[in-house]
């Protein structure tokens, strides 16, 4: 629903229908605009999505502002927060990662004040927040374009006046890109994030009351290059001389601390470029290239909990890693020629053992009080008998052991790669995707992917009286431990885990992971499966049986 102004009215103050009808009429006109923007895309890689990544990233803006409208009578602060919001959870390549930022910049003054001296600060607050997440700011960018549209609003006005002169200086830096930017020059286009961003201003001025403006460029097919008309065809990038970069674009959403956050910014800024972090309070919208894509997810999962990782190799066809399936049996290599690809394992319980093995790994066992040594890695790397190895050590413990072993492995002239699993179920999720036939470094990327968006809990009983993150517990006591912190602690081990399993799905899943031991209760598992067909109706549930030296239950939500 949009709000229809009459003929020379504007508005006062931005209310929340204008703001909503701002986020439709965005939307409209980068769906119109789509195809061309997605077709002067050469910076920072010609990979013609622009157009496309901005839509979808103003598309789950509106999605979050229309949920607002539909549960309540929002104010003006609650519009914007949400608009904000599902930008940044809906986010798309590096062009929505900065469009997400510039709307979260604009939320927070607008949320204190609608008339048009707020939406002048809250532009300038807009082009600060969005160039501080880029690691490393470019003049004849998008940042470019926000700065110029805050400079041509400074001193306030009315929500006219100020829109007005926000969109007119955005228009004229956006002529001014191909004279910053030697890529764009040698192309004959202006800045295709900053086309979009002129766009979503343009709609602003007909929200607020200006009619509709000029559309960036001239006639469709074409682009303006210093006013000179240089036809484009749609859908297809200008060619670009530039050098090669990265191989892959890593996005993800992170649940972190800030100061972990600040740690992965200097991780992936040398690990790659085009690195933009933005978000707060907790969630961040994380964007890179990089030609290790693993490593670019193993950061995040170090950092916090990544989840909707999103991996694209250029120049082929977009390969989002993201759990699909469970296991495929492949067999596992035998004595003869060496195999291409081999995955080992370290799993508690035989059932689990045997359960992986079924899905062609090899599995080292993993016994109370007794992890395996490096040497025992190191072996079962050799009995895999392949020249590429994934490495999955499911145990935080296990960590340096893994990378002591695939070191050693590596000296031998075998190709290792260790993914960093936490916790059995995670590993369960990294196996279930992973793919002989492909490409060793897609595989990885996949596999960490699967593990990376798998949270997981166990049940344990307690030992002896302590001291937990939940409190006190007494020998005998059922505990709940959640990415392996002691959440919960109760007698039962069916109600502990009901409620192990409720916090877990509080923040959202697809599919439940249950792994029972031997000597627990026999119905446990079908009751939790049920608690969940009850409480949860669009969440799958599948039950391993992990045998005998597991824990009594393993939980993992994907």
Not at 88 to 102: D, V, Y
Not at 127 to 133: P, Y
Not at 169 to 185: H, Y
Request: aromatic fraction near 2%; proline fraction near 5%.
């Amino acid at each position: 629903m949009s709000r229809a102004l009459q003929p020379d009215e504007e508005l006062v103050e931005l209310d929340a229908e204008a703001v909503r009808t701002w986020c439709a009429r965005a939307l409209d006109a980068l769906g119109r605009e789509r195809e061309e923007i997605d077709a002067i895309n050469v910076y920072p890689v010609a990979d013609g999505d622009t157009g496309t990544n901005l839509y979808l990233t103003a598309e789950a803006a509106l999605q979050a502002v229309e949920a607002v409208f539909a549960a309540s009578a929002p104010d003006t602060a609650e519009t914007v927060r949400a608009m904000a919001h599902g930008a940044l959870l809906g986010a798309r390549g590096n062009s929505g990662t900065i469009l997400a930022q510039l709307l979260r910049g604009m939320a927070a003054v607008l949320a204190e004040g609608r008339d048009g001296d707020h939406l002048a600060r809250a532009l300038a607050e807009a082009a600060s927040a969005a160039r501080q997440a880029v690691a490393h700011p470019v003049e004849g960018t998008v940042l470019t374009v926000a700065a110029a549209a805050a400079a041509g609003c400074a001193g306030g006005g009315t929500l006219l006046e100020v829109a007005t002169r926000a969109h007119d200086a955005a228009r004229t830096a956006l002529e001014a890109t191909p004279g910053q930017l030697a890529v764009l020059g040698r192309a004959g286009v202006v800045d295709a994030g900053g086309r979009g961003l002129v766009a979503v201003l343009g709609a602003l001025v007909e929200t607020v009351g200006g009619g509709t403006p000029d559309p960036a460029g001239t006639a469709p097919g074409a682009v303006r290059v210093l006013g000179d008309v240089r036809a484009v065809p749609a859908g297809s990038p200008p060619a670009c001389d530039g050098e090669a970069g990265p191989a892959y674009e890593v996005t993800y959403l992170l649940e972190a601390e800030g100061a972990a956050v600040d740690l992965l910014r200097a991780r992936l800024d040398a690990l790659g470029d085009s690195l933009v972090v933005v978000g707060g309070d907790g969630l961040w919208n994380v964007h890179v290239h990089v030609d290790d894509a693993g490593a670019a997810v193993e950061a995040g999962v170090e950092a916090g909990r990544p989840h909707r990782i999103r991996i694209t190799h250029f120049g082929a066809d977009a390969a989002a890693a993201q759990p699909s399936g469970r296991f495929a049996p492949s067999g596992p290599s035998g004595a003869g020629e060496r195999a291409r690809r081999a995955v080992v394992a370290v799993v508690p319980g035989e059932g689990l053992a045997g359960l992986c093995a079924e899905a062609g790994a090899t599995t080292v066992r993993s016994r109370p009080g007794e992890p395996p040594a490096d040497d025992e890695l190191l072996e079962a790397i050799r009995r895999a008998h392949a020249r590429e190895v994934v490495l999955l050590p499911n145990d935080t413990e296990l960590r340096r052991t893994a990378a002591a072993a695939a070191e050693r492995a590596r000296a031998e002239g075998i190709r290792v790669a260790l993914i960093p699993t936490r916790a059995a179920v995670q590993g369960i999720a990294a196996l279930a995707v992973h793919e002989p036939d492909r490409r060793f470094d897609e595989d990885v990327v996949a596999m960490t992917a699967a593990a990376g968006a798998t949270r997981y809990a166990e049940l344990a009983v307690a030992e002896r009286r302590s001291f937990t993150s939940a409190g006190v517990c007494q020998a005998g006591d059922v505990l709940g431990l959640i990415e392996g912190d002691v959440a919960v602690i109760g007698k039962d081990l069916a109600e502990t885990a009901r409620t192990v399993l409720d916090r877990m799905l509080s923040a959202g899943g697809e599919l439940v992971t249950l792994v029972v031991a031997d000597g627990t209760p026999p119905g446990l598992a079908p009751d939790l499966e049920g608690h969940v067909r009850r409480g949860y109706l669009a969440v799958d549930t599948t039950t391993y049986h992990a045998g005998a030296g597991a824990p009594p239950l393993l939980i993992g939500v994907e």
